[in-house]
């Protein structure tokens, strides 16, 4: 903070007095003005790390005001602020190239700067501004596997042991950066539950 600089802590409205004399110091006259403090912050924000592109079409779309408003506020009144979401600093600083919302995002990872605005001040004077980013993962895409059939041989009692790995390949489609599991109902594939311990037999 500067040498010459008034600290304004509290209350937010403060009546300053100025005294106007001249040289000799006898002959002065007195006014005063009044000087309003708006405290605004923005955030801290946190970054967004765990989203998966299930549709492996290279974007997720996010409703950036339900996930991400209140952490902006950060308990500051909704009423009396208003929050924005823009793609550099420049744009929060400017308040221009708002994000629309929702937003989809797709590049990954993306940085977007938050801009909270006081709505008591004049436009553009009271704002606050943080960043957080956003990650996103691509699922593997997936190849309806061909029926996996073996014979029923002898002594023909209706069992078969089979080899569900050998799908591996045909499912994945060749991707060394994808691992298949195999379960026996979808619930339990859908929440990654008790899979097949033994796929291979």
Same mark, same amino acid.
């Given at each position: 903070?500067? @040498?010459?600089?008034?600290?304004? @802590?509290?209350?937010?409205? #403060?009546?300053?007095? =100025?005294? !106007?004399?001249?040289?000799?110091?006898?002959? %002065?006259?007195?006014?005063?003005?009044?000087?309003? %403090?708006?405290?605004?912050?923005?955030?801290?924000?946190?970054?967004?790390?765990?989203?998966?592109?299930?549709?492996?079409?290279?974007?997720?779309?996010? &409703?950036? =005001? @339900?996930?991400?408003?209140?952490? @902006?506020?950060?308990?500051?009144?909704?009423?009396?602020?208003? =929050?924005?979401?823009?793609?550099?600093?420049?744009?929060?600083?400017?308040?221009?190239?708002?994000?629309?919302?929702?937003?989809?995002?797709?590049?990954?990872? #993306?940085? !977007?700067?938050?801009?909270?605005?006081?709505?008591?001040?004049?436009? +553009?004077?009271? $704002?606050?501004?943080?960043? %957080?980013?956003?990650?996103?993962? =691509?699922? *593997?895409?997936?190849?309806? *596997?061909?029926?996996?059939? !073996?014979?029923?041989?002898?002594?023909?009692?209706?069992? +078969?042991?089979?080899?569900?790995?050998?799908?591996?390949?045909? !499912?994945?489609? +060749? &991707?060394?950066?994808?691992?298949?599991?195999? $379960? #026996?109902?979808?619930?339990?594939?859908? &929440?990654?539950?008790? *899979?097949?311990?033994? *796929?291979?037999?």
């Amino acid at each position: 903070m500067p @040498a010459n600089a008034y600290p304004i @802590a509290a209350p937010p409205v #403060e009546t300053i007095f =100025v005294r !106007i004399e001249d040289l000799t110091e006898t002959c %002065f006259i007195t006014d005063e003005f009044l000087i309003e %403090f708006g405290p605004v912050m923005a955030g801290p924000m946190t970054d967004i790390n765990d989203l998966c592109d299930q549709e492996s079409n290279g974007f997720v779309t996010l &409703n950036l =005001v @339900a996930l991400k408003n209140a952490e @902006a506020l950060n308990g500051q009144n909704p009423a009396d602020f208003t =929050v924005s979401y823009h793609p550099t600093q420049l744009d929060a600083d400017n308040n221009t190239n708002p994000h629309p919302n929702p937003y989809d995002v797709t590049t990954s990872p #993306e940085t !977007i700067f938050v801009r909270v605005e006081s709505n008591d001040s004049p436009l +553009g004077t009271c $704002f606050a501004t943080d960043s %957080f980013v956003v990650e996103f993962f =691509v699922a *593997p895409a997936v190849t309806e *596997p061909t029926p996996l059939e !073996i014979c029923d041989e002898l002594p023909n009692d209706g069992f +078969g042991e089979f080899d569900l790995t050998s799908k591996d390949i045909e !499912i994945t489609g +060749g &991707n060394p950066n994808a691992t298949v599991t195999y $379960f #026996e109902t979808l619930n339990d594939a859908i &929440n990654d539950m008790t *899979p097949i311990p033994n *796929p291979t037999t």
